[in-house]
Nanobody, 124 residues
Framework: VQLVESGGGLVQAGGSLRLSCTAS????????VAWFRQAPGKEREFVAS????????IYADSIKGRFTGSRDNIKNTVTLQMNSLKPEDTAVYYC??????????????????WGQGTQVTVSS
């Protein structure tokens, strides 16, 4: 499966952005999908995961209450609505897909497919 992220950009603190991840292929519903992010000089960080079939969504504590997401297995898309953005949310955001386990994992090693990333910059 191929993944393409979109929706990144520059926004002021307190603003919002909506990221989308669009997948190619007819097996999208077979994969868990997750968002990760990586800021300069920092390790990749889990943001959210959307399980393939049981509706379980997991959010990182750092973004709970500010970010919400959903997946549409008909349109092969996963979206991430990011509200109340903070400068520390600045990072490249990656979409990932994998089939390991019964729910979407927090660990990047569980995902076999990755998008190219989209830059999110939050100014103070």
């Amino acid at each position: 499966v191929q993944l393409v992220e979109s929706g990144g950009g520059l926004v002021q603190a307190g603003g919002s952005l909506r990221l989308s991840c669009t997948a190619s292929g007819r097996t999208f519903s077979s994969y868990h999908v997750a968002w990760f992010r990586q800021a300069p000089g920092k390790e990749r960080e889990f943001v959210a995961s959307f399980s393939r079939s049981n509706g379980i969504t997991i959010y990182a504590d750092s973004i709970k209450g500010r970010f919400t997401g959903s997946r549409d297995n008909i349109k092969n898309t996963v979206t991430l609505q990011m509200n109340s953005l903070k400068p520390e949310d600045t990072a490249v955001y990656y979409c990932a897909a994998g089939a390991t386990g019964s729910v979407g994992s927090r660990y990047g090693s569980e995902y076999a497919f990755w998008g190219q990333g989209t830059q999110v910059t939050v100014s103070s």
